[in-house]
């Protein structure tokens, strides 16, 4: 921990001030665990999720960009069928393409859920 | 110099204005001398589809085919192989039909085809009793096979025409199966050869690459 200025004085200390904890993110930190929870629990917990959240935004990125892919791979097969050494033919890209849309769907809602849900319980805490 | 002795600057709202009829004279004119064949866009009261409403999805972009060369092939399992020039093919009895084009990527067109039946063809040429397929070859090496039984019980035809205008060369010219009731990749543009086989397992183009082969618009898209 950085020494900084505490109160008018300006004497250092190493003690974080009440006001450093008032700055993290939202939600974080702020929740006591619960009587008969242990800390580690309470953290792995929320944080799982937190990570479950960030992974599915990444997974939707991957899956939407995957989507414009076959869609170019029906549309435009004569230059993405040899680009992929004929990976992604135009069947292949459409059949793809096809289950691809609610797959995008499931991983969003779940990315924005959580973070809607961290959202609302930061600002409920 | 004018007459009172002031130098007369060019109006350049006037020059402007001038410049702005010459185009507008310009872009008039072709449309208003136009005397060439104009696409059908509707046909008994039903609607059409424009020719350039055809998307295009060939595998190797448009063929450039010479009427004057060009020979239409009939051969395999046929008594007697034909080679047919366009005015051939052009000599059989033709007729028009508006029919539905649905491509498996999510488009359709309804267009008016003027065209010639296959089965007079193959009537001509004489089909053996052992060919059981018939398979179309394009000029750009597409391919494409539809049953013999099908073919002469339905109203498969060779187009030249569509929407009253003459197939254009991206869409097919000179002929075009129009394989009614199948989706689009069925229809083979730029046929040159019809092929009669009895190689019921022969797959066409896209038939080998994942495509279901009875094409039926009412069927599956993709092979089991």
Sequence with gaps: ?125 | MSPLGTKRRPSWIALLLQGWLVVACAGTGPSLSASGPVEIRQYQGQNLSAISDILETDIAGPQYVSVDTYRLKVSGLVTKPLELSYDQVLGYSHFSKVANLPCVTGWDATLLWERVEIKDILATAGVRDDASVVIFHGVDGYTSSLPLAFVQANDILLAYKMNGLTLPAEEGFPFMVVSESKWGYKWVKWVDEIELSSDTSYRGYWESRGYDNNGDRNGPMFQP
């Design chain 1, 1 to 125: 921990m950085m020494p900084h200025v505490q109160g008018q004085t300006g004497r250092l200390t190493s003690k974080p001030s009440s006001a450093m904890v008032q700055t993290r993110g939202i939600g974080e930190g702020r929740q006591a665990p619960q009587a008969g929870q242990s800390m580690f629990v309470w953290l792995k917990n929320e944080r799982t999720i937190r990570r479950i959240g960030r992974w599915f935004g990444w997974i939707s990125l991957a899956l939407v960009l995957l989507t414009i892919l076959t869609g170019y791979g029906i549309t435009q097969f004569r230059i993405v069928t040899p680009l992929t050494a004929g990976f992604l033919g135009k069947a292949v890209s459409q059949h793809w393409h096809e289950s691809l849309g609610l797959l995008v769907l499931a991983a969003l809602a779940v990315h924005v859920g959580i973070a809607l849900w961290w959202r609302w319980k930061g600002t409920r805490d």
